[in-house]
Each structure stands twice: as structure tokens, then as C-alpha cells.
């Protein structure tokens, strides 16, 4: 298995270029669809200075556009910072500022919001940004060569809400998140074939190998964001008991996961063969 994030997502696409990695409503994107979303986005990332290490933050609902950003990142060769649109804008602000992010992509929606936010000098872009740039440059530049992270870098830094007030960042290095897909493509088959629906918020470190499955090959399907009690759990409302649903054929679900979870699964086999316009909303 490639000793990297960047890799292990190229590898993907050179296998299986035209099935379907990520999905979203009645949207999906190929593994080639999602690394060239990500290219664009990652090549505007270092017009902008990013480089090995260096924190990037991403403020996106789930959507494709979440699959699409931290990948982005990853191609960068920046280590992706999760920024859950839901938390409050004082614990928001504190982890830009904690984690030194200079840069932070997010959806148009929340634009408005990320640049009150970020402490001054951050640079805050979308998708449109970054798609506008591609246009702007088309056939003016040379393009850049792919970065080749190295496994010692960083790939992404949680700031998980269990820590409650404080904010404390969790760092990980790609050769650690690798060998954790590579458990779990091993242990508990995931990989091609296999469904993953996103359940955690994606400041859950426990849950980064839901958005980055299709780096073994996994599908993925984003769902928009579920009920949070602001407490570190589902609220019990939305809890049911392992066992009382059925699912899809490569699903695994285990307790405490949302009913919806098993709809989005199955809509997911019946996706359309659409392509979505463009990057962001």
C-alpha cells in the first residue's frame, strides 16, 4: 500500500478511474472526478504559499465539496485543519488562530462568516476561487508538477470538542492515518465495494477514515449535516439498536448511528450517473 495520503488517491484513480468514489443526494464523482476537483483546488493552494506542513483549514458542510477540500489539501501536500460549520464562532476562531492556519477554504455560504472569524491575514477562498484561477491560467502557465508528500509530514490536525473549552489539537502524520486505512481495509474490508456513510462531525478524529476511504478504494456518501446535541453524542432521538435496520450489502453500521444512515446507503446504489456543474455552490 503507498506510504501516503496524495499516493494512495492516485493509485485509486489509476485503477478504477470511472466508478464512483463519492456521493451526495443525486451528485456522485469518479475517482478521477474527485482527484481532478482536488487538483484544481490544490493547485490554487500553493498559488497561495501552501506547502509541507503547513495548516490549512477547511470549513464545509458534508457535501461533495467536503470530499473534494480535504483532498484538495492533501494534494497540496498541507496538513487539513476540519472546521465544522455547527461549532460556535468563538471555539471556531480560537482553533484558526491555535493551529495557525493562514489560509481557509470554505463554501460560498459561509464566506461571510469564515472572514469575520480568521484573524487578520488569513487568506479565506472557495471553490469558485479556485475554479476561476484554473480558468484565468488555462494554457498561460506551465502547470505545476504533483506534490509527493512524504509519510513524516503531516496530513491533518483535529481539535476535537471532547477537550470541551480547551482547544487542543491532535496532529497526524500520514504514515499513521495510512496504516489505519490499511487496518482497516485488512480487518474489516474496506475497499472496493465497500460503502462508507458519513456519520461523525469532521472535527471527530475517530472519524477521518469515513471522508478519506476512497484512498482504499471505498465509496463514500456524504449526507447533509445530522442533528448535534453540542454535547460530544447523538442525541437519543436519533440513536437505535444494532441490528433493528437492515442495510445495503458492504454497509456496516454500529450502534448509536442515525436512522438516515441506512436511506443514504441505499440511495447511494441507486445514484443517477450525473455529474454535478462544477466545484462549488
Known amino acids: 500500500m503507498p506510504g501516503t495520503l496524495d499516493r494512495m488517491l492516485r493509485a485509486q484513480v489509476a485503477s478504477r478511474p470511472d466508478e464512483t468514489a463519492v456521493v451526495f443526494g443525486d451528485d456522485h464523482l469518479t475517482f478521477r472526478e474527485l482527484h481532478e476537483g482536488a487538483a484544481v483546488l490544490a493547485a490554487y493552494l500553493r498559488t497561495l504559499g501552501v506547502v509541507a506542513n503547513q495548516r490549512v483549514g477547511i470549513c464545509l458542510e458534508p457535501a461533495l465539496e467536503l470530499a473534494i477540500?480535504?483532498?484538495?489539501?492533501?494534494?497540496?501536500?498541507?496538513?487539513?485543519?476540519?472546521?465544522?460549520?455547527?461549532?460556535?464562532?468563538?471555539?471556531?476562531?480560537?482553533?484558526?488562530?491555535?493551529?495557525?492556519?493562514?489560509?481557509?477554504?470554505?463554501?460560498?455560504?459561509?464566506?461571510?462568516?469564515?472572514?469575520?472569524?480568521?484573524?487578520?491575514?488569513?487568506?479565506?477562498?472557495?471553490?469558485?476561487?479556485?475554479?476561476?484561477?484554473?480558468?484565468?491560467?488555462?494554457?498561460?502557465?506551465?502547470p505545476l508538477a504533483d506534490v509527493v508528500s512524504d509519510s513524516s509530514q503531516l496530513a491533518y490536525v483535529v481539535y476535537p470538542s471532547a477537550f470541551g473549552d480547551r482547544v487542543v489539537g491532535l496532529a497526524t502524520e500520514h504514515r499513521s492515518i495510512v496504516a489505519q486505512l490499511g487496518w482497516l481495509a485488512a480487518e474489516h474490508e474496506l475497499g472496493p465495494g465497500a460503502t462508507v456513510v458519513q456519520k461523525l462531525p469532521m472535527d471527530f478524529d475517530a472519524g477521518r477514515w469515513e471522508i478519506l476511504a476512497p484512498g482504499v478504494g471505498a465509496r463514500v456518501v456524504f449526507e447533509p449535516a445530522f442533528p448535534w446535541n453540542g454535547m460530544g453524542e447523538w442525541g437519543d432521538e436519533h440513536s437505535f439498536a444494532e441490528g433493528?435496520?437492515?442495510?445495503?450489502?458492504?454497509?456496516?453500521?454500529?450502534?448509536?448511528?442515525?436512522?438516515?444512515?441506512?436511506?443514504?446507503?441505499?440511495a447511494a446504489e441507486v445514484v443517477a450517473g450525473r455529474v454535478p456543474s462544477g466545484l462549488g455552490r
Open 244 to 266: 433493528a435496520h437492515s442495510f445495503p450489502e458492504g454497509v456496516g453500521v454500529q450502534p448509536r448511528r442515525l436512522p438516515r444512515v441506512r436511506e443514504a446507503a441505499e
Open 69 to 142: 477540500g480535504t483532498w484538495g489539501v492533501v494534494l497540496s501536500g498541507g496538513a487539513y485543519v476540519p472546521l465544522a460549520p455547527e461549532r460556535s464562532g468563538e471555539r471556531l476562531r480560537r482553533v484558526i488562530e491555535d493551529s495557525g492556519a493562514q489560509v481557509v477554504v470554505t463554501q460560498e455560504v459561509f464566506r461571510a462568516r469564515v472572514d469575520e472569524l480568521a484573524p487578520p491575514g488569513t487568506t479565506v477562498v472557495t471553490f469558485k476561487d479556485a475554479v476561476q484561477y484554473a480558468w484565468r491560467t488555462a494554457g498561460a502557465e506551465r
